[in-house]
């Protein structure tokens, strides 16, 4: 298989520090800010109608339902910083010049594979947090709202279109192993 040790040009090197930073940035965002959220009623008061799309609806907000809000963010945080850490690998390998090796692939595929569950997982998780908000409303005035939005739209579009260029990178360095043993 080639190696492609080709170092990287002065812009990309800049990109890769870039994207890495940002990376571990978004790494400690979402550990920090979800704990913080949850931890803080006021804060969950203010921001929780919007995010869960219950708007103006009355909401009980006791500790199980900041417990229960809490637990469904959890596999959001975790998918998050698993494709952080897919994000970072590749650049990694970008960074050492192996930009269509096996593991750039990998990585690049493990990225988008996160970006596309996330985008799907968002209106059900959404959702999920709407219904802890509600839950400790009397029988009749709790919700469950599920909504798609464009930027989810969007998401799901990228994710895809990721993966799909994930699957043609690697099915081009296989084809560009096939030609060189013909030569």
């Given at each position: 298989?080639?190696?492609?040790?080709?170092?990287?040009?002065?812009?990309?090197?800049?990109?890769?520090?870039?994207?890495?930073?940002?990376?571990?940035?978004?790494?400690?965002?979402?550990?920090?800010?979800?704990?913080?959220?949850?931890?803080?009623?006021?804060?969950?008061?203010?921001?929780?109608?919007?995010?869960?799309?219950?708007?103006?609806?009355?909401?009980?907000?006791?500790?199980?339902?900041?417990?229960?809000?809490?637990?469904?963010?959890?596999?959001?945080?975790?998918?998050?910083?698993?494709?952080?850490?897919?994000?970072?690998?590749?650049?990694?390998?970008?960074?050492?010049?192996?930009?269509?090796?096996?593991?750039?692939?990998?990585?690049?595929?493990?990225?988008?594979?996160?970006?596309?569950?996330?985008?799907?997982l968002a209106p059900l998780l959404r959702a999920a947090v709407g219904v802890a908000l509600t839950l400790g409303n009397p029988p009749g005035q709790r919700m469950l709202v599920l909504t798609l939005s464009w930027n989810?739209?969007?998401?799901?579009?990228?994710?895809?279109?990721?993966?799909?260029?994930?699957?043609?990178?690697?099915?081009?360095?296989?084809?560009?192993?096939?030609?060189?043993?013909?030569?």
């Amino acid at each position: 298989m080639p190696q492609n040790n080709h170092l990287p040009t002065r812009g990309l090197r800049f990109l890769i520090g870039f994207v890495r930073l940002l990376a571990v940035l978004g790494g400690v965002a979402l550990v920090l800010v979800p704990a913080m959220f949850w931890l803080t009623p006021d804060w969950v008061r203010a921001a929780a109608p919007v995010m869960s799309g219950i708007g103006d609806h009355p909401m009980v907000i006791d500790e199980r339902a900041l417990l229960i809000g809490a637990t469904v963010s959890l596999p959001s945080v975790l998918l998050g910083l698993y494709g952080l850490w897919h994000l970072w690998r590749l650049f990694g390998e970008y960074k050492a010049g192996r930009v269509f090796g096996l593991d750039a692939q990998r990585h690049l595929r493990g990225f988008a594979a996160v970006m596309l569950a996330s985008a799907l997982l968002a209106p059900l998780l959404r959702a999920a947090v709407g219904v802890a908000l509600t839950l400790g409303n009397p029988p009749g005035q709790r919700m469950l709202v599920l909504t798609l939005s464009w930027n989810d739209y969007i998401a799901i579009l990228c994710g895809a279109v990721l993966l799909a260029i994930a699957a043609v990178m690697a099915d081009a360095v296989r084809l560009a192993e096939e030609n060189e043993s013909f030569v």
